[in-house]
């Protein structure tokens, strides 16, 4: 079977790609671990312009490679753009602090000298998602290449030429060949690849479905991972907050990338004294956005990824609705062709529908209502998953509470969660494990090898 692009906004093909044999993959196997050796010997001054050369070229073809991220998976291309650019700094990020990232550590032992030695572990199979097709290949690529570790990257299917075109400018950087290799394949032949003792490790950022057999086939194997999945973040408003900043952030934090991110705040608790006005303007905020063609400069929401993400969040709302929950606005698939929805808020949901405790990978927030700090902290925490969390309050007492008890990798406080590549970025519970970003991103395909000299 073919790997298909698909266009979103219009349902057409726009590429197939026939996937690569396994006798192809293995020798791109070998290369990369062939790449390894020679990367590990390189110094980090000459890893560092090679990746200085990758994020000039992201900054440079950032509109042309942003068409292509629209047209594959339907963001808007001011957001595509924005994508790329960030990719840039994650990239120039590493090129800069790798080295002191990997630095030895002294220890004083009764040794003539101990130390943590950071070392490379060799090729590294990345199982990513499409939902932001270049950052999040960046973001892993660009410290464990600095780190002197070889990148094999199997990409989401509907994103296939831009998974080509991060491979080519890997190479136009002047990275040499084999460090950063695309595998065409479809996710049933993931598994032969984790197999194969040329790969020493592995990361995924997607479902957890897809979490688990990877991390499984990797448990068989000794091999680790780090895993990035889903999320139901809790963005909690408290009496004290700025109403409208909050409802102007939260808009964003749920609609962004077409409501399609994994930091997306999906569950919006509200304290009872405000949570009327708090509804009012989040309603009013989404009734405003302008949904359409994700080329246009003033579209705040593109398509849906494709018809299967349409239908699972019509049947969400549909669930939720049924349990006795009603919607305030929007909520629905627009009629004709591509797969766009109406960004939608849901109120009165109970624990029984399945929005309470699944994640809704399409713009619809859900809005809880609650009496006190300790109700919202116990409601975010019954969730299964625990990837960020934000909260609005002026008050540092409150801002404490959510900071110690919060169960999520992240709490940002008045502000929404976003990753940052100075910051570590994962989640706990379900969310996954690991992390990526800062010193912790790098370390995390590391051998961290103890050294200890005596006479
Ligand atoms: P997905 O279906 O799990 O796909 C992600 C990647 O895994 C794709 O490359 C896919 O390949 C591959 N894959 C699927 N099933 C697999 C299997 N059984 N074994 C090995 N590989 C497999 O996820 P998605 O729908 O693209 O992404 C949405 C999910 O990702 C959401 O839950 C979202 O929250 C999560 N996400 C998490 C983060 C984070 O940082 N925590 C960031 C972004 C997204 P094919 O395309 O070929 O099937």
């Known amino acids: 079977m073919p790997i298909v692009s698909r266009n979103p906004s219009t349902g057409e093909i726009i590429k197939q790609f026939e996937s690569y044999s396994d006798e192809c993959v293995d020798k791109l196997l070998l290369k990369s671990y062939s790449a390894h050796k020679k990367l590990k010997k390189i110094s980090f001054n000459k890893r560092a312009v090679c990746m200085m050369a990758v994020a000039r070229i992201l900054n440079t073809e950032s509109e042309k490679l942003g068409k292509i991220l629209t047209q594959e998976m339907g963001k808007t291309h001011t ?8 990719s840039a700094l994650g990239a120039e990020h590493y090129a800069i602090t790798a080295e002191d990232y990997m630095a030895d550590d002294i220890i004083k032992t009764n040794a003539l000298k101990s130390y943590r030695s950071y070392q490379p572990i060799g090729p590294i199979l990345a199982v990513m998602p499409w939902n932001y ?17 070889t990148v094999l990257l199997k990409h989401a299917s509907n994103v296939t030429q831009c998974a080509l075109y991060l491979e080519d400018i890997f190479k136009r950087a002047g990275f040499h060949d084999g460090v950063f290799q ?14 194969n003792e040329n790969v020493r490790a592995a990361t995924l950022t997607g479902s957890e479905i897809a979490g688990s057999s990877v991390a499984a086939i990797c448990g068989q194997e000794i091999k680790p991972t780090v895993l990035e999945l889903g999320g139901s973040d809790a963005f909690i408003v408290m009496p004290s907050a700025d109403l409208e900043k909050a409802a102007a952030v939260g808009t964003t934090a749920r609609t962004q990338n077409n409501g399609q991110s994994c930091i997306a705040a999906k569950r919006f608790i509200v304290h009872a004294e405000v949570y009327e006005v708090f509804k009012e303007k989040l309603v009013r905020n989404f009734a405003a956005l302008k949904i359409g063609d994700p080329m246009k400069p003033e579209t705040d929401i593109g398509p849906l990824v494709n018809q299967s993400s349409l239908n699972e969040v019509e049947d969400q709302v549909k669930n939720a609705l049924d349990c006795g929950a009603e919607l305030l606005c929007g909520g629905k698939a627009i009629k004709g062709q591509g797969y766009f929805f109406q960004p939608g808020i849901i109120e009165k949901i109970p624990k029984s529908a399945r929005i309470y405790s699944e994640e809704i990978f399409a713009p619809v927030a859900g809005l809880y209502e609650v009496n006190s700090i300790e109700e919202a902290i116990e409601l975010a925490n019954d969730s299964p998953f625990g990837l960020g969390s934000s909260i609005w309050t002026s008050e540092l007492g409150e801002q404490k509470q959510a900071i110690d008890d919060i169960e999520a990798g992240a709490t940002f406080v008045n502000a929404m969660t976003s990753s940052d590549p100075r910051l570590p970025f994962g989640g706990i519970k379900r969310s996954g494990y690991g992390r990526e970003l800062a010193a912790e991103g790098l370390r995390a395909f590391c051998n961290v090898k103890t050294v200890s000299i005596h006479e």
């Open 79 to 86: 957001s595509a753009i924005a994508e790329i650019k960030k």
């Open 133 to 149: 097709p270049v950052w999040q290949v960046i973001r892993f690529a660009a410290p464990a290449i600095m780190a002197g570790n």
């Open 182 to 195: 695309t595998l065409i394949i479809p996710s049933s032949k993931v598994e032969r690849v984790l197999r």
